[in-house]
């Protein structure tokens, strides 16, 4: 079945956005070449861009099930176009890091609404297609826009956030040309009760025991594979590896997420549900584990292709997995609440590779991500030992012995859903 214009145009979007969104990195790099900052500023920077990324998972999921995902991306990019403008207009180190706070957080604050709005557009037996292919658009987005950001430092760095601004602006165009969202205000609430409930209900997704679990599970899982941002260029280096031999390694990866994400839906077809996660994870701990054979170029990209086949599965499978369990009218809360468990990793997981790699050297960190994502992947299988756990509709029996009843009963009817 072809998937419906409105997704196509939040397809286009969400990948514009993300070209003219500045990394941290870069924005780092801006300050540091403009001598905006000092180097004992530049570590508050980042952390701070970092918590308003993780800020935005659960406060953008509430206020997309409160008033709209379509609105909420709408009313989110003017305000990201003004704060990417507003560091061309200060020098102070202390605006500067309010300002790294609010685009870290504008710069998410979209995506689970992104992903209430595909569960709206799209039927639910074309989620895992839909999913797959947003997060190609995504993963474009993030590749070329490094490449566009060196371009623009080194030409005109003032452009990197006159063309962020602008990449803003017509995400909210295009996605003004989507449906309108429903009108969901109960009887008697105002705007301000209508907020106050979903802000209560950001809890909701935690009060689940099969949805807390795999939310924890996620938290680890990213540990392990956010070293890709932290520890894994250092340890390269450690072997030798140049910044260009580096850059080939990482490539592997954007290329591979790119060619292989629409082909998951097929490949998983007929799987019960948990055997896909599974794999996925199984993946990750043995790509990242493995790197303690790797001593050169040809051993990184394979472990990468490893690791990357379990990135392809995990972007699907775990966004559909949420999707298909959040109730009517919570799909934006529960994929915020994956969006925080997968942040968070950010904050916790890099700085402890870090330490770790500092403190008992890289084959240590390394054969502790392959215990660390070895253990989750058991813990992914232990979820349909959960009482309350069955299977989503369109799936395959999650283990042997589930019952027929189970097996049917319906997820909650999700009218609006969306992805990793």
């Not at 895992?128 to 292919?133: G, K, T």
């Not at 995504?138 to 602008?166: D, E, R, T």
């Not at 040309?177 to 008697?188: E, I, K, Q, S, T």
Request: proline share 7%; net charge positive.
């Amino acid at each position: 079945m072809r998937l419906p214009k409105a997704f196509w145009l939040l397809w286009l979007g969400q990948a514009c956005n993300r070209i003219g969104t500045l990394a941290p990195a870069f924005l780092v790099l801006y300050l540091e070449q403009g001598e905006l900052v000092n180097s004992r500023t530049t570590p508050v920077i980042v952390g701070l861009f970092g918590a308003g990324v993780v800020a935005s998972g659960l406060v953008g999921g509430a206020v997309a099930d409160a008033i709209g995902p379509r609105r909420t991306i709408i009313a989110a990019q003017p305000l990201a176009a003004a704060t990417a403008l507003a560091f061309l207009a200060t020098s102070n180190e202390l605006l500067l890091c309010l300002l790294s706070l609010l685009t870290g957080f504008l710069s998410a604050v979209d995506r689970p609404a992104g992903a209430g709005l595909i569960a709206k557009i799209v039927p639910q037996e074309d989620f895992a297609r839909a999913y797959s292919l947003y997060m190609v658009g995504f993963n474009v987005g993030m590749s070329l826009g490094p490449v566009l950001s060196g371009v623009l430092l080194a030409a005109c760095p003032s452009a990197l956030f006159v063309v962020w601004a602008a990449c803003s602006g017509l995400y909210a165009l295009l996605v003004c040309a989507l449906p309108a969202d429903d009108a969901r205000r109960p009887a008697g609430q105002d705007d301000t009760s209508v907020l106050r409930s979903a802000v209560r209900g950001v809890a909701e997704p935690f009060r689940s025991r099969v949805m807390l679990v795999f939310l924890s599970l996620t938290f680890l899982m990213a540990c392990v594979y956010l070293q890709v941002n932290s520890t894994l260029p250092l340890g390269m280096r450690a072997e030798g590896l140049g910044p260009g031999q580096i850059g080939l390694v990482l490539a592997v990866n954007a290329v591979l997420s790119v060619v292989l994400l629409p082909l998951v839906p097929r490949v998983i077809a007929g799987m019960p549900e948990v055997v896909p996660i599974m794999l996925a994870s199984g993946l990750v701990a043995v790509g990242f584990g493995l790197n303690v054979l790797a001593h050169g170029v040809p051993v990184f990209v394979v472990t990468t292709v490893i690791w990357t086949l379990g990135e392809v599965l995990w972007t699907t499978v775990s966004a559909t997995f949420v999707a298909k369990r959040a109730p009517a009218g919570r799909v934006s809360t529960y994929q915020g609440s994956f969006f925080f468990a997968w942040n968070a990793a950010f904050v916790a997981g890099g700085p402890v590779g870090i330490a770790v790699a500092t403190s008992y050297g890289y084959a240590t960190l390394w054969l502790a991500a392959l215990a660390l994502g070895l253990a989750v992947t058991l813990g992914f299988r232990a979820l349909v030992t959960i009482p309350g756990f069955h299977p989503a509709p369109g799936t395959s029996p999650a283990a042997p012995g589930t019952s027929p009843a189970a097996a049917a009963a319906p997820a909650a009817s999700p009218a609006d859903a969306h992805t990793h």
